[in-house]
């Protein structure tokens, strides 16, 4: 962890114990190995090249001692078990209650535990092995990483219900280059695809305030503080403003996203399922709809 935060003090409070108990355990480690691992003389800590070595031998081991007693536990206590899921925050208010509500009532003795992150960021610590399932944005997904589509939605811009901006069925990144911009913060996938569009289009956004509460940049639009960019489902109805269609913007998929290579608990296997039926059941309510091969809403 200190490796990886490049700083004992963030390793320390994302360990929740001490700094000292950090520091006395890599001296501890250094001199059992006869090894420096830190370079401490950089303003941030940095592994020497003996250390990025044996962190990465030491690393492996650790993943596979953790899958072994996972499950050995699977084994032990087959009506037990947590399960670990990353949320955008935008993704978790609209989207997600429905799915959990429904998930516990069939499992009742399975815990999940949340992580609230955007999905950039929820894709890395599914690579770290920090995450069972990430449900985000999937986009350019990397090969470790397998996914599995659950539902279909758009970027929308969300202006004031009374601007001039509202008249439009449709706005391009132009129409609102000189507009005051307020923006989920980074991490998350919408606000990486805006700015790279908005790049390759010479447009400099006048970027007011970021914040992940999603009602909050809602509400700044309502109050005429400005645009901002957000999915379909949860822009909506929204008293006070207007989600409108961006042109040149391509659908994005929301989905389930796990890392092959992990081993996936008995607990982790019965989430996965679960989203695997809801997903047939509305495939086939779309089907008699007659729109076969539309993914959820």
């Known amino acids: 962890m200190a490796a990886r935060l490049r700083n004992i003090t963030r390793a320390a409070e994302r360990l929740r114990v001490s700094q000292p108990n950090i520091t006395v355990a890599i001296k501890k480690l250094e001199a059992e190995l006869g090894i420096t691992l830190f370079d401490r003389s950089q303003k941030q800590l940095a592994l020497t090249t003996e250390g990025a070595v044996f962190l990465n031998r030491v690393d492996l081991a650790l ?4 899958d072994a007693v996972l499950e050995v536990n699977d084994y032990k206590q087959l009506q037990k078990g947590t399960i670990k899921i990353g949320i955008p925050p935008m993704i978790g208010a609209y989207l997600f209650p429905k799915i959990f509500s429904s998930f516990q009532k069939k499992y009742s003795h399975l815990d999940i535990h949340l992580h609230e992150e955007g999905s950039m960021a929820i894709r890395e610590q599914l690579e770290r092995d920090e995450l069972d399932f990430g449900i985000i944005i999937l986009s350019k997904t990397p090969k470790s990483l397998q996914d599995l589509p659950m539902s279909q939605n758009h970027i929308v811009c969300c202006v004031p219900e009374n601007s001039d901006l509202a008249k439009k069925d449709s706005l391009t990144l132009q129409d609102i280059a000189e507009s005051n911009v307020v923006l989920l913060k980074e991490g998350s996938y919408i606000r990486e695809a805006v700015l790279a569009k908005m790049k390759d289009e010479a447009i400099s956004p006048n970027i007011v305030l970021e914040s992940n509460q999603v009602n909050t940049l809602k509400g700044l639009v309502a109050n005429g503080v400005g645009v901002c960019f957000l999915l379909d489902i949860v822009a909506q109805d929204t008293p006070g403003l207007k989600a409108i269609p961006l042109a040149d913007f391509d659908p994005v998929n929301i989905g389930l996203s796990w890392k092959k290579d992990r081993y996936i608990s008995k607990a982790a296997q019965s989430f996965m399922d679960f989203c695997r039926e809801i997903l047939r059941e509305r495939m086939e309510q779309n089907a ?10």
């Open 63 to 66: 993943r596979n001692i953790q």
């Open 288 to 297: 008699k709809a007659g729109k076969p091969g539309v993914p959820m809403t």
